[in-house]
């Protein structure tokens, strides 16, 4: 495990976290969404340098986090990404969008309402509302999935009005991320991936449908996360309930690039390294967070003919190199995310984890 | 005693009018559920009751305030629940008893993050009285909690450390819970020379000696106009001199150097020196332990143990945690004869239960902390953990496992049936054998389902668990609601989750009777991702198969869909009632202008349709004919049954047509 793990209980089972964007430093407020409270919130940290000292100098006591301001939600929150530097999205468990704006003060940041998107998913024959269960931002759209599988696509400049409504499943969609500005790639229970492009209205979708790998064929796997390598966008990796990571090359969806074994408790997140490719980070229900790196050296002859390590399937586990970050929490991480070398994780112990110098 | 217990008015219109008497009934999640109640007898007569009517009959739902539902309390909760997890491990290797006097600093840790989080919480701008009301009710509760942790800690957890000698940490337990002497100790310190002329200058002094703050009493001693004086001057000399034990000394050494100094004392005292400055020689006559002096000290003091641990400094500066018992009550007998009309709070009772070594009374009454029992669970766990008192609950026949036990299973239980608290509740029922994981297969499926991803954390638990029970009652849940949605797929894929083979077949057979009433297939996309999943019930393998049939159809791919179609025909495993739509899907086929069907297929085709289809009809027609008056509740309920005869014949036509046809070009191929 790393060294510099902090805890800090702040009394929410923790849905999403992110880091507020920053250009030129490193991030020191994050957003955290809860799920499963008598009342959910969004609310936003920043990092203070602690005031007790206890008389030890250890590094990660540096600072803690202090909730600036916090915005009520009607139910749990599923989906938060930015938007821009300063608008962040909200998908909640209402089947709702919501936008809000940060202001960032000398003392205390702010969090305000923007922008609420009508009902977006929601169950037809009762007519009640279906949770939004993931959210994706690309430029100012924002692509939202729920369990009623229609996959819906908003522009930020105007949440009242969808751009584009697709009926894309007919089971629960779990998560969603676009591939490039109009491809985006579902995934639902089943552990059926799709993929769909928003030019097109829901009859004229190419059906392009692939199935993630699974080590017992007669299991259910669902798909929970998938992710898109930030330079190479053809890679696509999605983590599933058994714990294992398939990596598929998008040009070629005949059969999976790599299939990697990994944690042994459904796969809540996995993410790359914002700036750095190379690194990727897994989180899993069992309370665990890895670090995938490519080995640099090993990688060098590889790269000359263009190929990602990813994708050379029985190989991979030569070209990349794994370790824990985070390990042993014993309650499953949802969700969390790096921004240089740091990483937060939002999990169901009620506690936010920051871990410095991750590499 | 405090025996008040809580009384509450229902005001119910109905239980008034019928002789103001309601019945409960307890409901899970630790409700009551009242409501009126009318005495019924076996001598009653039959008659509609006089309030019959009048009044609506209301359910009240009675729910014990618990400080759960306080967030910051959560944090509480959650740490000690990572710590008594961490304990539970280790547990399993054995380690020294400086590893659980770091778990009990850590509770202790925790208890005090949070008075601290409360009292900030407090202070916010945005707080309601009714929240102020309960946040002191959270720190009155947990601040005694962490008092007596405290001392307990000193008693029986420390002492096997150190060489049993108790007042030094006695006195630091006194002056954290009484802090308020501290902060005027250092005004008077940061006030210099001029301290000695504030009223409470001596009162303050005092208090300090008896809390054993010798060291900053001599530093406020100093500063004063008078520290010259040859009076100060001595009295700086006895206290500075005074021998306090440090780790690894020789006892008796220290005892017989002690006792000097406080002989000298003595004599000092009773030769007049401090005659001149009676402030000051009332200074030193608490510090030789004289007894008027403390006397007029306990009358100021709050609560019977603040000076207990000052008077032994100067007293019984090696008293042993055994000695202790008989040294508190005599202290208490004492402050009891002083302040005649005191009574004894809660707290209070319990610290002599400590200093007394009355464990067996201490665990009963903290039990009766308004805390869900947060605190005797976790201490009781960490002394079974520990092994300390192993010999005291032995000779007190307490059966310390099994209370442990019957502690850990109540607090577990309560955690998983409050609101959102089932993930901690978990960990404590893990720890109790059979019964916890029977009570853990009986919650988890209590819990109220809200969203599928909420329900998969359920079934991850119960799977780790081995617990498939938990797990496929919650999957058919959510596949009856699906059911009731109207989305199909959405109920399958749950249906063969829950591995019920009646359920999955239930819904494949809704799917395909649909399609054999309208021609729609619903939720196609999930018909053709089943892969080897379909195996669970042969009615979903003739389903995902006969989907396959409709797409390769529908692809004009009709050579392989044929073949598909013979080997379904074949398969022995269509139903009933899709026989007519699954013949009549050859037609097309065997009717098309190029031939699609070999003539063995054919054949199997014609043996199918005179051998399945004819008789199941002519078994419809019994029926029919038997229940005429029903309008024809059959499997045909479409166009195709009143031309039943007419389709048959088509059928059978067509046969024959592509036999001969079929027939013909293979014998020519062949030759």
């Known amino acids: 495990m790393a060294a510099n793990v902090s805890i800090h209980y702040v009394s929410e089972k923790i849905s999403k976290v992110r880091w507020v964007p920053e250009q030129l430093q490193e991030s020191e407020r994050f957003i955290s969404g809860s799920w499963d409270m008598s009342k959910n919130f969004v609310r936003i940290w920043r990092l203070q340098s602690n005031q007790h000292q206890f008389g030890n ?105 969808v751009k584009r409504s697709i009926d894309a499943d007919s089971i629960s969609l779990f998560a969603v991320t ?131 390590a990813w994708l050379s399937g029985e190989r991979v586990r030569t070209l990349i190199d794994l370790g824990g970050v985070l390990t042993n929490t014993r309650k499953a991480i949802n969700s969390f995310d790096v921004h240089g070398s740091r990483l937060v994780c939002g999990s169901d112990t009620e506690a936010v984890y920051i871990v410095d110098d991750i590499f | 005693m405090d025996d008040d217990i809580p009384a509450f008015e229902l005001g119910d219109k109905l239980a008034m009018r019928c002789g103001n008497t309601l019945t409960g009934v307890f409901v899970p999640g630790s409700k009551i559920a009242l409501s009126a109640f009318h005495p019924v007898k076996w001598n009653s007569q039959d008659v509609p009751t006089d309030s019959a009517g009048r009044d609506p009959v209301l359910i009240y739902m009675a729910e014990e305030a618990s400080l759960s539902d306080e967030p910051l309390l959560r944090s509480l909760l959650a740490e000690a629940n990572s710590t008594f997890a961490t304990l539970q491990q280790m547990g399993h290797m054995k380690v020294v008893n400086s590893e659980y006097l770091k778990i009990s600093l850590t509770y202790r840790s925790i208890i005090r993050a949070f008075l601290e989080k409360v009292e900030l919480a407090k202070k916010s701008i945005d707080v309601q009285p009714s929240q102020i009301k309960r946040y002191n009710e959270a720190i009155m509760v947990f601040y005694a909690v962490e008092c007596l942790w405290h001392l307990f800690e000193i008693l029986y957890m420390e002492q096997q450390q150190h060489n049993q000698l108790v007042v030094q940490k006695l006195l630091q337990w006194a002056r954290f819970h009484f802090p308020q002497t501290e902060d005027r100790a250092t005004d008077l310190l940061l006030m210099a020379d001029e301290a000695s002329d504030c009223d409470d200058y001596w009162p303050i002094l005092r208090t300090l000696l008896m809390f054993g703050e010798v060291d900053v009493t001599r530093a406020i001693l100093c500063q004063s106009r008078k520290a010259r004086e040859p009076a100060y001057q001595a009295a700086e000399l006895i206290l500075k001199s005074m021998p306090v034990y440090k780790e690894g000394y020789a006892l008796q050494k220290f005892l017989s150097q002690w006792e000097f100094w406080h002989l000298d004392l003595e004599r000092k005292l009773q030769a007049n020196i401090f005659a001149s400055e009676p402030e000051l020689e009332w200074l030193l006559q608490l510090v030789c332990g004289n007894n008027e002096q403390w006397n007029a000290g306990i009358k100021t003091s709050q609560d019977w143990y603040e000076f207990l641990p000052g008077y032994l400094l100067y007293t019984k500066p090696a008293c042993k945690p055994f000695e202790l018992r008989i040294v508190a009550t005599s202290w208490l007998n004492r402050w009891s004869q002083l302040k005649p009309d005191w009574q004894m709070s809660n707290m209070s009772r319990m610290v002599m239960q400590l200093m007394e070594h009355d464990i067996k009374v201490f665990i009963y009454d903290s039990q009766k902390l308004n805390d869900t029992h947060w605190f005797s669970t976790h201490l009781i766990d960490l002394v079974y953990q520990s092994g300390h008192l192993k010999s005291y609950f032995e000779q007190n026949s307490l059966d310390l496992p099994a209370l442990r036990h019957s502690m850990i299973y109540e607090y577990g239980s309560y955690l998983m049936t409050s609101k959102n608290l089932w993930q901690f509740g978990v960990d404590y029922l893990d720890c109790c054998q059979k019964e916890g994981e029977a009570a853990i297969e009986l919650l988890l499926p209590r819990i109220p389902l809200k969203t599928e991803r909420q329900a998969f954390k359920i079934i991850s638990l119960a799977r780790q668990r081995g617990l498939l029970g938990v797990e496929q009652e919650i999957c058919k849940v959510l596949s009856k609601r699906s059911t009731q949605e109207g989305r199909h797929g959405n109920a399958l894929e749950w249906a063969i989750r829950s591995k019920d083979v009646i359920l999955v077949t239930a819904i494949a057979d809704f799917i395909l009777q649909h399609y054999s009433n309208t021609g729609i297939m619903l939720c196609p996309d999930v018909l053709a991702s089943f892969g080897a999943r379909m195996f669970i019930s042969p009615r979903l393998v003739f389903l995902a198969k006969y989907y396959e049939f409709y797409e390769l159809y529908r692809k004009r791919e009709f050579l392989s869909a044929a073949d598909l179609l013979v080997n379904l025909l074949d398969s022995k495993i269509t139903p009933d009632y899709f026989w007519p739509s699954l013949l009549i899907d050859a037609v097309p086929m065997l009717e098309s202008k190029d031939p699609k069907i070999f003539s063995q297929e054919t054949v199997a085709i014609l043996r199918h349709l005179e051998t399945e289809l004819v008789p199941l009809i002519e078994r419809n027609k019994r029926k029919t004919a038997t229940f005429s008056n029903q309008s024809s509740k059959t499997v045909f309920k479409d166009f195709r049954v009143e031309n039943i005869e007419e389709i048959l014949n088509l059928m059978r036509l067509a046969c024959a047509r592509n036999l001969s046809r079929a027939l013909i070009i293979e014998k020519t191929l062949s030759l």
């Open chain 1, 178 to 308: 676009y591939v490039n500005q109009h491809e985006l790639v579902t995934a639902n229970r089943m552990g059926v991936l799709r993929m769909f492009d928003t030019r097109l209205s829901s009859e004229a979708q190419p059906k392009i449908a692939f199935m993630a790998a699974c080590e017992d064929d007669k299991a259910s796997n669902f798909v929970s996360a998938i992710t898109v390598h930030p330079m190479q966008q053809h890679i696509l990796m999605c983590g599933s309930e058994e714990g294992t990571v398939t990596v598929w090359d998008l040009r070629n969806l005949a059969y999976p690039a790599s299939y990697l074994t990994a944690h042994n408790s459904p796969i809540n997140d996995i993410r790359f390294h914002s700036k750095d490719p190379s690194k990727l980070f897994t989180a899993a229900e069992g309370g665990e967070v890895w670090l995938w790196s490519e080995n640099k050296a090993l990688n060098e002859s590889n790269q000359k003919d263009g190929n990602s």
């Open chain 1, 57 to 161: 100098t250890d590094a990660s006591l540096d600072f803690t986090p202090r909730c600036n301001d916090k915005i009520a939600m009607q139910d749990e929150v599923n989906g938060l990404e930015f938007v821009d530097h300063n608008t962040l999205a909200v998908g909640c468990a209402d089947g709702h969008l919501s936008l809000f704006n940060l202001q960032r003060a000398v003392e205390e940041d702010k969090l305000q309402f923007q922008a609420r998107s009508e009902r977006l998913h929601s169950l037809k024959r009762s007519d009640s509302s279906a949770p939004c269960t993931a959210i994706a931002a690309y430029g100012s759209d924002v692509a939202t999935v729920g369990e009623d599988g229609v996959l819906n696509v908003l522009s930020a400049n105007n949440l009242k009005q």
